[in-house]
DNA sequence: CATCCCCCCTCCGGCCGCTGGAGGGTCAAG
DNA sequence: CTTGACCCTCCAGCGGCCGGAGGGGGGATG
């Protein structure tokens, strides 16, 4: 199949398809007149990305999954420790997350959002130990 | 002050300050050997971006909140929803990585992580649909 | 046969926020 | 006068695409 009809079956967009060929992680055959012959492993492959994608795995990631996923001598356990790997980044995410939210969220529910000039965000930002010095 | 100096007192590496001054951001005046000059208030501002970026805003925003901070003629409200897109991007991001960890966290309970080759990880990224066609 | 239009191709540049490195100038100390 | 730390500019690259220029392929229509 051409490359918008696997774009439309794997929900990536057809420049992503050429990408992911130049980095060399889906290959498909040409036809005679140049244009890209994505066979249905191919498509099988791209939503298998996808997938990781929507997990976060780095195109690096996905790589080495594919890899082990073409593998029938594979270990689980390297499969595991790549999905481990991946929870921990998202628990370090989430944490950062938390933090932020952690430090931005009093400040702006303390802002009158008004007309006036005076602002707690500004001065938080502006003095992060000030807070503490005041008390 | 120098930029090595301006780097160490507001945590940032020297290269980000240069960045910032290319930018538009923050840029000190030059001694007559070309060198960057930072005053006390260029690092006043390098701290206060150097502490909303730890909060996730953007460069454009720490632009905009530098302005709004700048401006004694300033609303609150303005700084205000600048802080509330942050909290809804952070929060937005945050449900993205929850949705992550809800789907990865239970594939990777349920794979043994030995030298088998069943993998529960690679089958639940091969066919998303599956757990539930089986159910 | 020519025209239309959609799809496909390659190649280049840009996004964000830096980071690394090449290649060179400046300055204080010994 | 040399050493070494610091500073300068400019260019390239990271990840993961996206947009667009400029051109070819292919089927329907006139």
Request: charged share 25%; net charge neutral; aromatic share 4%.
């Given at each position: 199949?051409?490359?918008?009809?696997a774009?439309?079956?794997?929900?990536?967009?057809?420049k992503?398809?050429?990408?992911?060929?130049?980095?060399?992680?889906?290959?498909?055959a040409?036809?005679?007149?140049?244009y890209?012959?994505?066979?249905a492993?191919?498509?099988?492959?791209l939503?298998?990305?996808?997938?990781?994608?929507?997990?976060?795995?780095?195109?690096?990631?996905?790589?080495?999954?594919?890899?082990?996923?073409?593998?029938?001598?594979?270990?689980?356990?390297?499969?595991k420790?790549?999905?481990?790997?991946?929870?921990?980044e998202?628990?370090?995410r989430?944490?950062e997350?938390?933090?932020?939210r952690?430090?931005?969220?009093?400040?702006?529910?303390?802002?009158?959002?008004?007309?006036?000039?005076d602002?707690?965000?500004?001065?938080?930002?502006g003095?992060?130990?000030?807070?503490?010095?005041?008390?």
């Amino acid at each position: 199949m051409n490359i918008g009809t696997a774009a439309a079956l794997s929900g990536l967009p057809v420049k992503t398809l050429r990408y992911y060929e130049e980095v060399g992680l889906i290959a498909p055959a040409r036809h005679g007149n140049g244009y890209r012959d994505y066979s249905a492993e191919d498509l099988d492959h791209l939503r298998f990305v996808a997938r990781a994608r929507g997990l976060g795995f780095s195109l690096d990631d996905c790589r080495a999954l594919l890899g082990l996923r073409r593998d029938p001598g594979r270990a689980s356990a390297d499969v595991k420790a790549l999905a481990q790997a991946r929870l921990a980044e998202i628990d370090a995410r989430r944490a950062e997350l938390e933090e932020m939210r952690a430090a931005l969220a009093p400040l702006a529910e303390a802002c009158a959002g008004d007309a006036r000039p005076d602002c707690p965000i500004l001065d938080g930002l502006g003095a992060a130990s000030a807070a503490r010095g005041a008390g």
